[in-house]
């Protein structure tokens, strides 16, 4: 799947932020800053995200707490929320391995970690650790199914996707 301009713009800048030094890097913060104010989103350059990360609708209203630790090809959709329980910068975040799809509204919430190749459906309210391969939603959320990691390759598709959210 090709990843769109929005999230192509994320990552580009996000990496310019993390690799420039001295003026040029303060430039890239500060436009990193106003692109994310733009679009609508609280993520900021440092958060720990892998390769293909990418943000749909341009992930409006959705919020990353700098602690969480995002593997690569994840994808989040708009109004999605990631972070930690409490209000103290001590409190542990979450972890989220490779070729996760979450859905939109969901809140991924405390320290767990999402199992890679899952789903997190929509509105999903996410406190307790996520088996790899697996299809979760509902508050709390609840495996509502186990996918075939023989049979299930590569990034999860858009159209796997919504068969589970929609």
Known sequence: MKMDRKSKCFNRLRLK?????GIACVFYRKLFAL????LGYDIKYYTQIGDNFEIFHGARGTVINPNTVIGNNVSVRQNTTIGAKGFHSSEKCPRIEDDVTIGPNACVI??????????????AIVVKDVPAYSVVAGNPAKVIKMLNPKTWGG???VIAFSRFVA
């Open 110 to 123: 405390g320290d767990i970690t999402i199992g890679h190749h899952s789903i997190i459906g929509a509105g």
């Open 155 to 157: 990034k999860i598709s």
């Open 35 to 38: 692109y994310s104010l733009a």
């Open 17 to 21: 932020c993390l690799n420039s030094k």
